[in-house]
């Protein structure tokens, strides 16, 4: 069934997206959709608007994000409770996480009005911080939760647990727990493995482990998450979906779950999460 209105929301720093927001609304006029414009998007495009993403969230059926995964991460992040279903079109080559190119945003419309997209519900993660002075508000993350070292060259102490069993204490450059949609990001470039975004699991990769026999572990995606920094003297950050880091303190225990919503991300009907695998990682098959 078609969506009543659409959200429409731009990466407005990239070059050629206000000629694309402009075609992207001609085409939904010629399908007579409702369309709601973020205010910044709206400006780009010549038009009057003073919607956050927030508030687009709490009317729209759909939310349409011109872009790229880091646009869809960061709109995903504004969200909180409000999730949304979001269809992402790429101002580039296709991405993970957009459904469409640029250059096809005619059949993206097309398929958006005639109720012909289909949605993976990706998993999210509920990233808490706990000290002994206080509990910080969750974070929702869509990719993963980064612990990192900053700008100090050495490496970091981190003692993980999962479902309150002792994991190991990784001595590395950071850790990353991933979901199934974050582990083509971060977590592949360290290494991590590629998981379908329907497996079920969580992955938990070190960055430049000191001892070589720490690799990535896969975890179910019912599991609780522990970790804190166990060595006094050095700073650990923390960032999910590479938003502002934030210090997380010695003694304090960052806990990592699946939250309980899910985040329905539009797909074509002729795009698998194994045709953009292929495409994206180059894997053409053996010339032999």
Not at 73 to 96: C, W
Not at 255 to 269: G, W
Request: aromatic fraction near 4%; proline fraction near 6%.
């Amino acid at each position: 069934m078609p969506p009543k209105t659409i959200g429409l929301i731009a990466h407005t720093g990239k070059p050629g997206v206000a000629e694309l927001i402009h075609a992207v609304l001609e085409e939904f006029d010629r399908f007579s959709m409702s369309i709601l414009i973020e205010k910044e998007t709206a400006a780009l495009a010549g038009r009057k608007s003073d919607g956050s993403v927030q508030q687009l969230a709490a009317k729209a059926d759909l939310l349409v994000v011109l872009g790229g995964d880091g646009t869809i991460l960061n709109v995903a992040g504004q969200l909180g409770e409000g999730i949304k279903p979001i269809f992402g079109i790429n101002v580039g080559s296709l991405g993970f996480l957009t459904c469409s190119s640029s250059p096809a945003y005619r059949e993206a419309v097309e398929g958006i009005a005639q109720g012909k997209i289909t949605f993976s519900d990706r998993t999210l993660l509920e990233v808490t911080i706990k000290n002994s002075h206080q509990g910080q508000a969750p974070m929702i993350g869509l990719n993963d939760a980064v612990f990192s070292r900053g700008e100090l060259s050495r490496m970091i102490r981190l003692r993980a647990r999962v479902n309150g069993e002792p994991l190991t204490e990784f001595n590395a450059d950071g850790l990353i727990v991933a979901t199934p949609t974050g582990s083509t990001a971060y977590s592949l470039s360290a290494g991590g493995p590629i998981l379908e975004p329907q497996s079920g699991v969580l992955v938990i990769t070190p960055i430049c482990p000191h001892v070589l026999t720490n690799r990535s572990i896969i975890v179910a995606e019912s599991s609780v998450i522990e970790v804190e920094a166990s060595e006094p003297d050095y700073p650990v950050y923390l960032s999910v979906d590479g938003r502002d880091p934030l210090r997380v303190e010695t003694g304090a225990v960052v806990t990592i779950r699946k939250a309980h919503k899910t985040l329905p991300l539009a797909v074509m009907p002729d795009v698998s999460f194994f045709s953009v695998v292929r495409q994206k990682l180059k894997w053409s098959g053996s010339n032999v």
